[in-house]
């Protein structure tokens, strides 16, 4: 199918919501929704209701989205989806611990001040992440154990060619190869997840 054909997980789902599809677009959005839900300062056990809770919402109103009518990103509509869903649970969990000395006014203050410019500074970092480790995950298996560990650690930490050569035993030079090779491949395959997934 030619790319100008070719549909994105999003429109595919918009289109026709089978089972199939929703399962595909819950595959790869859950691990992103909960990042964006956890970056609202939520527990990691809320994080997990409000993630099903926006799934739903996602469920309902994903026919509904287009991006020429909000002027936006699938991704920007999705992350003041998310802040709106946190920020109501925050207000009921405020109006249902009135009595306790549990307070959730400065959280609740900071979520209704968010502009929706700051939700998308957030979802674009996040989505930055979450495709480079889909990527990752996708590829790894395609190269030695060796380049593994050698991508691995110089994006954990800020660590020299010199530093990797003498840590893995190979030489500055075996170091660069690697390291370009993975990202590389690494590029391409974030340009063809992107494409994919987006609108």
């Known amino acids: ?49 409000l993630l099903q809770d926006v799934l739903v919402k996602i469920w309902k109103n994903i026919s509904k989205f287009d991006a020429q009518k909000y002027e936006c990103r699938f991704r920007t509509w999705l992350g003041v989806m998310i802040r709106n869903t946190v920020f109501n649970f925050f207000k009921s969990k405020a109006s249902r611990n009135s009595r306790s000395n549990v307070n959730y ?20 970092r996040e989505w930055k992440n979450h495709i480079a480790k889909l990527a990752w995950e996708k ?36 170091v660069r190869v690697f390291k370009m090779r993975v990202r590389k491949a690494m590029h391409k395959e974030i340009i063809r997840l992107n494409s994919e997934l987006e609108t």
């Open 1 to 49: 199918m030619s790319q100008n054909t070719r549909y994105t997980l999003l429109k595919k789902l918009q289109n026709d919501s089978s089972e199939k599809n929703w399962e595909e677009f819950v595959q790869y959005y859950s691990p992103y929704i909960f990042v964006i839900i956890r970056r609202f300062n939520v527990g990691a056990h809320d994080s997990e209701e």
């Open 105 to 124: 006014d400065d959280i609740i203050g900071k979520l209704e001040l968010m502009t929706e410019a700051e939700v998308n500074i957030i979802s674009e």
């Open 139 to 174: 590829l790894k298996a395609s190269f030695s154990e060796q380049t593994q560990k050698v991508f691995e650690e110089s994006i954990k930490s800020d660590i020299s060619n010199a530093e990797l050569a003498t840590k893995f035993a190979i030489s500055e030079s075996s």
